[in-house]
């Protein structure tokens, strides 16, 4: 596998998709450096996945500031030596009626797409020295696709932006070597889904999956290996991917 002493940067590592990324990506032989709002969710899951410190680095902030995205990508330089993956995963997701969206909820959308771009600015510069690397963006299926139960104009026009980012930079990037692509998840049991709905309305959403079950971090993790690795994809760029049980495909009933 070729992610075996590869340096992957991944945001949003605290908890849910990141930190399973992280595992998994460390399993595959990677350093990885986390990056989280949050000091001692970053801490428990640096501590689970190499409790030496040696391979894992973290740095705690809100990567929508610039000097947070400037700073993951130097300590990920200054640890390991320079970044061949990032993996834009942080996310905030709210579901709300349209007309009930205020400018702070547009803010904090916005305030993600930026941490993004930036931190993906940083990355590109150190891939570009080592001759090439792998984006990989969190979207959304709710980009792809309205769903009336669940209201949400605000994050499905953000993550459309990023999915639009994606092309954009994979052609751009294309000539150094930069692979960049996304992956559009259906709904995943995180503690983020957790902290939106209750247990009985996260079961209800089983039957909305084509294939009959919500999703796990695992499968998300899954399409994360396979687009970062370069010896899996190595000719695939600009894809937006989804990986939602079937969901974009249709509905049986």
């Known amino acids: 596998m070729s992610l075996e002493n590869k340096v992957v940067v991944i945001t949003g590592g605290g908890s849910g998709l990141g930190a399973d990324a992280a595992r998994a990506a460390h399993a595959a032989g990677a350093k990885i450096l986390l990056n989280g709002r949050t000091q001692s969710k970053l801490a428990a899951v640096a501590s689970h996945i190499d409790p030496s410190g ?72 150190e891939m570009m020295k080592r001759g090439g690397g792998s984006v990989v963006n969190v979207g959304s299926i709710w980009a792809m696709q309205g769903v009336g139960i669940t209201p949400a104009a605000v994050p499905s026009m953000a993550k459309g932006g990023i999915h639009a980012l994606t092309r954009a930079l994979a052609i751009e990037l294309a000539g150094h070597n930069i692979r960049v692509n996304a992956i559009a998840p259906a709904v995943v049991e995180t503690p983020l889904l957790e902290s939106l709905a209750s247990s009985g309305q996260i079961a209800a959403f089983n039957g909305f999956h084509p294939l009959g079950r919500n999703g796990q971090p695992r499968d998300i993790t899954s399409a994360f290996l396979f687009l970062a690795d370069e010896a899996a994809s190595g000719w695939i760029t600009g894809v937006t991917l989804p990986v939602d049980g079937g969901v974009t495909a249709g509905t049986t009933h």
Do not use: C
């Not at 300590?75 to 990032?86: C, E, I, K, S, W």
């Not at 803010?107 to 990355?123: K, P, R, V």
């Open 54 to 125: 040696k391979d894992v680095a973290l740095v705690a902030g809100d990567i929508g500031d610039p000097a947070v995205g400037a700073r993951v990508i130097k300590t990920a330089r200054q640890r390991f030596g320079g970044v061949d993956v990032l993996y834009n995963n942080a996310g905030v997701f709210g579901i709300k009626p349209f007309q009930e969206v205020t400018r702070a909820d547009l803010i904090e959308y916005f305030n993600l797409m930026s941490g993004y771009f930036t931190t993906t600015q940083f990355a590109v510069v």
